[in-house]
């Protein structure tokens, strides 16, 4: 390993070899400078460049392999930025986003992390089985599409079937699928489980179920932030042409070769034409002598032509944003009635949690019409206390020789009681305070 390690690092020079020497010289007072700070930078480096295993399905034959690369390599493979690498980076929690750049789409959509390129895509390995399905997807798609949708007619065109989509489309529509899919399972499974256990908490008001309740509430929210997201990444790349034209690799290669193959070409037609004698690259042209008739008619030819291609890139690049565009709208549908789902969902916890208010209200209501009625009691009640302590003074009056005194007392201070208490109840009801 050590010698590994010096084979694939450069040498190190004779001043920092000194100045490393010099550096961890004991002082004067019989210390070592940075004495217990120690940083493994090469470690630290080691693990920002380490290998990581990719599954790799390859658009023409579909088939996938698993390859172990490094971050520097998959970004000069993809003309990647070190920053949309960062997205795929399953230490890191990002948002799902989808980037088109210049040769590669950067796909994050839930469990799915991918590249996607026009002649394959690299998903990280994963033992998860949404990735594992979207593999099995994907090849299943292009084994079945195969050549069928593209051909070519009897003049030699090639022609291509109206729902022809190219790999990087069908790719993505795969990542689409997959991510819409899982998430519609899971607001799916989220509703199956809250209506029976709202309905029972608004039966029986108890700890347990207010409890169950706001855990499922707290899922509810962080779900519905995810397909936020996520729909709201298809509503903006849906809302900008420049981004779904950025975002067809197919066309963009496609155009590169023949540009390429054309300078190429005219390259090789001009060494000939040198060759033959005619005229050479080289040879000096006087600035008075007239233009030939052949190079102004080639040179018409050639303007025509490129505007001619110009206008059918052009109409070509507006039909496949409209085909882009069609795809995501599909999708966009999804994804928003999955949502529409966790709304509905959030707006029944929100009106079971307002008749659980209005049940607790009533309940206190009730408790303190309650308490005023058993105050006002306590009140009429304290009325005999209070006769009972007059009476009970140490006194002589000849009230106390009659045998019928105690009955009249008794009769009195009820009647008075009585009258009392339906004085304090007719106040009540006047001023609305109970429904009496």
Not at 35 to 60: F, P
Not at 132 to 138: D, H, I, M
Not at 315 to 320: L, M, P, R, V
Not at 372 to 401: C, E, Q, Y
């Amino acid at each position: 390993m050590a010698d590994l390690k010096e084979r694939l690092l450069p040498p190190k020079p004779a001043s920092a070899t000194n100045l490393r020497d010099t550096s961890y010289r004991p002082s004067a007072s019989g210390r070592q400078p940075f004495q217990g700070v120690k940083v493994d930078v090469l470690g630290l480096k080691k693990r920002g460049q380490g290998l990581r295993s990719w599954i790799r399905v390859d658009a023409a034959t579909g088939e996938s392999q698993i390859i172990e690369v490094d971050k520097f390599t998959i970004m000069r493979r993809c003309d990647l930025p070190a920053r949309d690498l960062r997205l795929l980076d399953p230490l890191f929690v990002y948002p799902s986003t989808i980037l088109g750049r210049e040769k590669a789409i950067v796909v994050n959509l839930e469990q799915i992390r991918c590249i996607i390129t026009a002649d394959e895509v690299l998903l990280l390995n994963s033992l998860d089985s949404y990735v594992l399905q979207y593999v099995v997807e994907l090849q299943r798609r292009l084994k079945a599409a195969g050549g069928g949708e593209v051909w070519r007619s009897e003049g030699g065109e090639l022609k291509t079937s109206p729902d022809y989509l190219p790999f990087e489309f069908r790719a993505l529509e795969v990542a689409l699928e997959a991510a819409c899919t899982f998430l519609d399972t899971q607001a799916a499974e989220l509703e199956i489980e809250a209506y029976p256990l709202l309905d029972e908490l608004t039966s029986k008001i108890s700890t347990l179920n207010l409890e169950r309740v706001r855990r499922l509430k707290s899922r509810l929210v962080a779900l519905t932030r995810r397909v936020q997201k996520v729909r709201d990444e298809i509503e903006q790349l849906m809302d900008d042409d420049g981004d779904m034209a950025e975002m067809y690799l197919t066309e963009k290669k496609s155009r590169m070769d023949s540009l390429f193959y054309g300078a190429e070409q005219h390259s090789v037609m001009t060494g000939y034409r040198s060759n033959d004698g005619q005229q050479s690259i080289s040879a000096p042209v006087s600035p008075v002598s007239s233009v030939p008739d052949s190079r102004k008619l080639e040179k018409a030819f050639s303007s025509a032509k490129s505007r001619h291609d110009g206008m059918s890139s052009s109409a070509s690049a507006t039909e496949n944003i409209e085909e882009l565009e069609m795809l995501l709208e599909a999708y966009f549908v999804v994804i928003d009635s999955s949502l529409n789902k966790l709304t509905s969902l959030k707006e029944y916890i929100d009106d079971t949690e307002d008749f659980i208010n209005i049940q607790l209200d009533n309940v206190r209501n009730q408790l303190i019409q309650f308490e005023l009625i058993l105050t006002t009691a306590t009140f009429v009640v304290a009325i005999f206390g209070v006769v009972a302590g007059i009476f009970g003074m140490n006194f002589m009056i000849p009230l106390f020789d009659s045998p019928t005194a105690f009955t009249w007392v008794l009769v009195i201070t009820g009647v008075t009681g009585a009258i009392i208490f339906s004085s304090f109840l007719w106040f009540f009801r006047y001023k609305r305070l109970m429904p009496l």
